[in-house]
């Protein structure tokens, strides 16, 4: 009998498996570039976001004197671009932000763009600001800080209250935070989501819900990365965690993970892209890379390049696979009149690209 089943319950688990990797594709209409960001070198980790029809790009990181393979070291940004996608012909510079900073978390708001946490060269970080139009510059309206420090995390605005949550914090927790923009006096913790920490997941909104997805940690004590693959998602009417669903294989029907990905929401949709390959990332976290690991060419680490499209509720997966431009961990993602919009992030494990890639979806109905 236990043989039985157990045949029985590996039939099954090959018919999801397959399942899984025959997702119903979609096809990018067309896939453009737009002027080239104007660090040469690139960023990863920056804020981003659209205010109007204009694409504002601050902070970031990059090795710009030594590669990482050599040991060289980290330098953070403060710089800020502006790209007016009404009539994207070049970036312009704009006010710079309050210091240098990467990996912090951006929420688009109706006053503008909130940037919360993030890490520089001493730290992660509690500082929170608006960023918002002002006159024909931009300006910074300081906001209360974090209760903890937070970087690599994700945030959200959902009506009038602004939300961040997963990342780096810095009392180790799985803490959800929310800023009531009618009183934005401090930042309230809310329920902590389920499950390990997060770092570098994928944070979303739909339907009046927050989507978390993906990320990773490292457990220190067995020396084991682990990479959750289920979708959670927070109702604030209920302050309650739900799991929604899971991440799908990848196309060779291998474990996929959102780390260093970059998503957006459309239409009750999440859409999701980029990051790292889970295999080699979680061989490499755990010490297992090769010796010459910084040094393969870029697509040996197969960064992911599908797009991905969740029906929040169908609870259903769609896939465009192999999209140009979208294999990029840490990239900055906008969705903008149907156009999915990358901008920078890695190539490869600290070389980072300056390219702005512009992909025309299928209508999402």
């Keep these: 009998m236990m043989n039985t089943c157990s045949h029985i319950f590996r039939a099954c688990s090959l018919v999801a498996l397959a399942c899984l990797m025959c997702l119903p594709a979609a096809r990018a209409q067309q896939i453009s570039s737009l002027p080239y960001y104007p660090d040469a070198l690139g960023v990863s980790a920056p804020f ?37 996608l009404a009539q994207p012909a070049e970036w312009q510079t704009e006010t710079p932000l309050p210091a240098p900073l990467a990996y912090g978390a951006t929420a688009q708001t109706a006053d503008g763009l909130v940037c919360i946490g993030g890490q520089s060269v001493d730290g992660s970080k509690t500082d929170v600001y608006l960023m918002k139009s002002s006159a024909d510059s931009l300006s910074y309206e300081v906001l209360p ?34 800023l009531d923009f009618d009183n934005p006096t401090a930042w309230q913790r809310l329920t902590d989501y389920p499950g390990r920490v997060r770092q570098q997941p994928v944070v979303l909104t739909a339907n009046g819900k927050l989507y978390l997805l993906g990320g990773f940690v490292l457990d220190k004590e067995y020396n084991v990365c682990h990479m959750p693959t289920e979708v959670l998602a927070y109702d604030p009417a209920t302050a309650a965690w739900t799991e929604e669903g899971q991440l799908p294989p990848d196309g060779e029907g291998k474990t996929r993970c959102l780390v260093g990905g970059a998503g957006v929401a459309v239409n009750g949709r999440l859409i999701v892209t980029g990051g790292v390959n889970a295999a080699i990332f979680k061989s490499a976290v755990e010490g297992y890379g090769p010796e010459d690991y910084l040094r393969r060419p870029a697509a040996w680490y197969r960064f992911n390049a599908d797009i991905l499209i969740f029906d929040t509720q169908r609870k ?17 993602l906008v969705y903008h009149n149907g156009t999915l919009i990358m901008v920078c992030g890695e190539l490869k494990p600290g070389i980072r690209s300056p390219q702005v890639t512009a992909v025309t979806l299928p209508k999402l109905p």
């Design 48 to 84: 981003a976001g659209l205010i109007g029809d204009r694409l504002v790009v601050g902070g970031g990181c990059n090795f710009p004197d030594v590669p990482v393979a050599d040991g060289g070291k980290k330098a953070f940004y403060d710089n800020v671009y502006v790209l007016d």
């Design 145 to 178: 800080s974090l209760p903890v420090a937070i970087d690599n995390g994700g945030a959200v605005s959902i009506g009038r209250t602004v939300y961040v949550t997963g990342g780096q914090q810095s009392d180790g927790g799985c803490g959800l935070f929310a």
């Design 316 to 332: 259903t997966w769609r896939a465009i696979p192999n999209v140009d431009g979208m294999n990029r961990a840490g990239g900055a």
